[in-house]
């Protein structure tokens, strides 16, 4: 899901101001939530929040004026931009979201947590948020609680994938759910799946880059920075790396195990951080194996979808977006295949290059 879009900066609160306005009223925390973009799950080193919001929800105005020192700052402070927005339900209905994503907190709202990404990062990197805060629209906001999903998705098999097919603003990946996640064949196809080799590794690589954070008071960004810098040889580095390469095996393992016919036990994982040629030529062959059988592997979860009924009318769809040239200055590039796949009767067919170079998006996973 797409984080909401509150469409007025007036709804923001610091958390100063919301402790007057909750000591004013105890009622006014009943509806300002803590509020989180992308910026603070890459920068902060325990990713939580330095903003509230206020937030109605769906409610009408009579109802929202239970509230009245938090509407009064809404009506003086987003009323008068919103007074001027070409959109009727924008104008009509200042004291809420332009987009509240009413879709994304029915999801979350069972589950004590969630993954959440930057869509726009110079790393793609995933991190647990608790469920009840509200998401900004930097973020995109995944259902999944298990270990086992963080481990996929943060895996280099993800990865590579993601930068195939989403775009780069300057260094920087633009993610887009919709070309990366929703094509993407997970271990098994429900993403939810639990798997206790994933559970496991997922669980560790987590809780140790989290310390490791806090310890060194730094975010995301930088820790991946360093991890991806071979000239950085601190201990404590060397073992998130190591934990990344022991993770890509899990992942690779749990593929062979819910693809047995995929040859999934014949890719070798290489360094985290590669060094010489060798070791460079190592991760472009793991690369190569793992993309080809991740098309094979979605060709076959299309197909599987449409025997049950579960596909989209008319087999795949094609993205909006051309694949990706890999960003600059990243130790792990993924390049355009020169070998690009080719849509036939709705299906990836491998070694024929397509003519505009663009991958074939395939329905979201029946289950997902």
Request: glycine share 6%; with cysteine.
């Amino acid at each position: 899901f797409n984080g909401a879009k509150i469409y007025g900066q007036g709804f923001t609160l610091t958390p100063e101001e919301r402790a007057e306005l909750v000591a004013k009223d105890a009622m006014n925390a009943e509806r300002t939530f803590p509020y989180l973009g992308g910026q603070e799950v890459n920068t902060s080193p325990t990713q939580l929040f330095d903003r509230y919001v206020i937030n109605f929800g769906q409610m009408s105005l009579e109802e929202a004026e239970r509230w009245p020192d938090l509407l009064q700052i809404v009506r003086e402070k987003v009323k008068p931009e919103r007074d001027k927005n070409n959109r009727d339900n924008y104008r009509e209905k200042w004291w809420q979201f332009g987009e509240a994503r009413p879709g994304l907190h029915a999801a979350i709202a069972p589950l004590t947590r969630c993954l959440v990404n930057s869509q726009v990062s110079k790393h793609l990197v995933y991190a647990y948020q608790p469920t009840d805060r509200i998401f900004g629209h930097t973020l995109y906001v995944y259902p999944l609680e298990a270990y086992a999903s963080f481990a996929t998705l943060q895996s280099r098999i993800h990865e590579f994938w993601a930068r195939l097919l989403s775009s780069s603003m300057k260094n920087d990946l633009r993610y887009a759910a919709s070309d990366c996640f929703e094509t993407f064949p997970f271990p098994q196809p429900d993403p939810r799946t639990v798997i206790p080799v994933l559970e496991d590794i997922g669980k560790r690589l987590y809780e140790f880059r989290a310390q490791y954070m806090i310890d060194e008071n730094v975010g995301l960004t930088v820790t991946y920075n360093r991890l991806k810098d071979v000239a950085c040889a601190d201990a404590r580095i060397l073992a998130l790396r190591g934990l990344h390469e022991e993770m890509d095996r899990a992942v690779i393992a749990a593929y062979a195990e819910g693809d047995p016919d995929g040859r999934w036990l014949e890719v070798e994982v290489p360094l985290f951080c590669p060094i010489t040629d060798d070791e460079k030529k190592k991760l472009e062959k793991f690369e190569d194996a793992v993309i080809d059988r991740l098309f094979v592997l979605n060709a076959k979860r299309v197909e599987e979808e449409k025997i049950k009924g579960l596909g989209a009318a008319g087999g795949m769809k094609k993205p909006a977006k051309k694949a990706a040239t890999a960003n600059e200055g990243s130790t792990n590039p993924v390049k355009k295949r020169p070998q690009q796949k080719k849509k036939t009767n709705g299906q990836l067919e491998l070694g024929a290059k397509e003519d505009d170079g663009r991958a074939v998006k395939a329905p979201r996973p029946a289950e997902a």
